[in-house]
């Protein structure tokens, strides 16, 4: 394609929130979402979203999807696609502006997902000459460390692990892992860790001075600040079941 060409298209990536939803009913989500931001406008900072209902048992007839998109928006994350609804619920939402995605697309697999059978046995052939076989490529790493201090505004994203830091997490700045998060040194931005859906991820710092902490994405905030008795503790937070919910918990740590 020509470079003056009036249209190109080039690939990118982009840091995309899964928001799982379990509800679509307006006043239980805002009531949720003032817990969580504390209505602050600008919590996500213009965030991307999708909004995943693969774990939604129930949703109403007609969901305001308007509505959802301007609640989402008020805390300062852009609803852009819907992923995990029953296909009349999907087009209902695509014909809102939010087009239906595959959970691919979110690096899972939907939990309604039907597995396709496998393909029939190949009739028998010749074995070939054998060939030089390519050395494997390297497993992904398990951990990743930061042993950097990481400033108010700054974010890190440890993809398919867990992550160590060993340096301070300042207000403001964010720390992000699929895995586990061990901070050892004080805590207080924030960290959220399981963050593809783990939820036997657990957070430990050896100084808890947190803004938000999140487990598999329910999160627990400290605009009042952290409870004395765990202020600038060792602390671990992890998640707990309890009647089939989960309730994100924060207890002390002793280490020693």
């Known amino acids: 394609m020509a470079k003056d060409a009036p249209i190109q298209f080039k690939g990118t990536t982009l840091k995309i ?8 009913d307006p006043a239980r989500l805002h009531a949720a979402l003032a817990e969580l931001t504390g209505n602050s406008p600008d919590f996500f900072e213009n965030e991307l979203a999708v909004l995943d209902f693969s774990h939604t048992d129930t949703l109403a007839d007609l969901p305001d999807w308007k509505g959802i998109c301007r609640l989402l928006a008020d805390s300062g994350l852009s609803a852009i696609a819907t992923c995990g609804l029953p296909a009349a619920q999907a087009a209902n939402a695509a014909a809102a502006g939010l087009p239906s995605v595959s959970g691919d697309a979110l690096g899972r697999t939907p939990r309604n997902r039907v597995a396709e059978p496998p393909p029939p046995p190949a009739a028998p052939v010749a ?15 398990r951990t990743i460390t930061l042993d950097k201090p ?3 505004g700054q974010r890190f994203y440890a993809k398919g692990c867990d992550l160590i830091v060993t340096a301070m997490i300042s207000a403001g700045a964010e720390v992000i892992a699929d895995g586990h998060i061990h901070v050892y040194a004080p805590l207080r931005g924030r960290a959220l860790a399981g963050a593809s859906g783990d939820k036997s991820a657990r957070i430990f710092t050896t100084s808890l001075e947190a803004e938000l902490v999140s487990v598999a994405g329910i999160y627990r905030t400290f605009e009042a600040g952290v409870p004395a008795e765990l ?26």
């Not at 074995?127 to 790493?141: D, F, H, K, Q, R």
């Not at 924060?250 to 020693?256: D, E, G, I, M, T």
Request: with cysteine; charged share 15%.
């Open 231 to 256: 202020a600038r503790q060792p602390a671990t937070i992890c998640l707990v079941e309890e009647g089939g919910n989960s309730r994100l918990t924060v207890a002390a740590l002793a280490l020693r």
């Open 127 to 141: 074995a070939p000459e054998l060939a030089a076989v390519p050395p494997s490529p390297e497993p992904p790493p």
């Open 150 to 152: 990481l400033r108010s």
């Open 17 to 24: 929130i899964q928001t799982q939803l379990r509800s679509t």
